[in-house]
């Protein structure tokens, strides 16, 4: 919290220093205004910068290869090896004829999978079924 308070009252500062000047200024007439104005924008793009760094830095991201696969989900639901090959080539933007063409099968077995996907993960699309099997962690 320090490391963001200490420079947001440093850049603070600095612009009421930067709108003095620029009022002694305009009373004196040697510098234009838009001088100073650009001077603000500058430092708080500065800070904007700072902060955004410093905020990445403590970020921690989670890799999709560090989740594993719940097979005990798998199991629950009662999906098999072929249906779990047709859901990750789902999950891949594959189209029912793309998947078939893939697993050298006709396109109505792929429709009979996709339908027994639909089914076991209690969804409607294709879409739906990829977030689902994401959240219950059984594809990647």
Do not use: W
């Not at 838009?34 to 403590?58: C, D, H, P, T, V």
């Not at 793309?98 to 006709?106: C, G, H, Q, T």
Request: proline share 1%; charged share 25%; hydrophobic share 50%.
């Amino acid at each position: 919290m320090r490391s963001i308070i200490i420079p947001f009252a440093l850049v603070l500062s600095g612009v009421v220093l930067l709108l003095l000047i620029a009022q002694y200024s305009v009373i004196s007439a040697n510098v234009s205004q838009e001088i100073y104005i650009g001077a603000i924008s500058i430092a708080f793009l500065a800070l904007g910068i700072f902060i955004s760094r410093n905020k990445k830095a403590k970020r921690v991201l989670v890799k999709v290869d560090d989740i594993p696969i719940d097979s005990r989900k798998i199991e629950e639901l009662g999906i098999s090896k072929r249906e779990m090959e047709v859901l990750e080539l789902i999950s891949e933007g594959l189209s029912n004829q793309e998947i078939a063409d893939k697993l050298f099968v006709s396109l109505n077995t792929i429709k009979t999978h996709t339908a027994n996907l639909f089914v076991k993960l209690d969804v409607k699309r294709r879409t739906q079924a990829v977030t689902t099997a994401k959240e219950l962690n059984i594809i990647k």
